[in-house]
Nanobody, 120 residues
Framework: QVQLVESGGGLVQPGGSLRLSCAAS????????MRWYRQAPGKERELVAF????????TYADSVKGRFTISRDNAKNTVFLQMNSLKPEDTAVYYC?????????????WGQGTQVTVSS
């Protein structure tokens, strides 16, 4: 029922760009905060960016600020992560996450992840 399907990962050289997409279905996408996380081998999962339900507010980790841009298209139930000026330390599996909370009620969904490798 609920699906978050990431795409757009791959191998890119340092300084290059990639655009990740996450297509959502099975829930009311426009009510959820959307997040991108990443996890590199041997490291804990890191919050990269998130965007509010209306797409009017974005927040970024310091490590990607100025290089990455999160956006969403509620009409298409899709969230994006534009990654520019990529560095080897950006290499990780990138995960799409949907989060909703109202008072005591909380819902959270995860995608399967997409591999991003930045290497010469």
């Amino acid at each position: 029922q609920v699906q978050l399907v990431e795409s757009g990962g791959g191998l890119v050289q340092p300084g290059g760009s990639l655009r990740l997409s996450c297509a959502a279905s099975g829930f009311t996408f426009s009510m959820y905060v959307m997040r991108w996380y990443r996890q590199a081998p041997g490291k804990e999962r890191e919050l990269v960016a998130f965007i509010n339900s209306a797409g009017s507010s974005t927040t970024y980790a310091d490590s990607v600020k100025g290089r990455f841009t999160i956006s969403r298209d509620n009409a298409k139930n899709t969230v994006f992560l534009q990654m520019n000026s990529l560095k080897p330390e950006d290499t990780a599996v990138y995960y799409c996450n949907a989060f909703w909370v109202l008072l005591k009620v909380k819902n959270e969904y995860w995608g399967q992840g997409t591999q991003v490798t930045v290497s010469s």
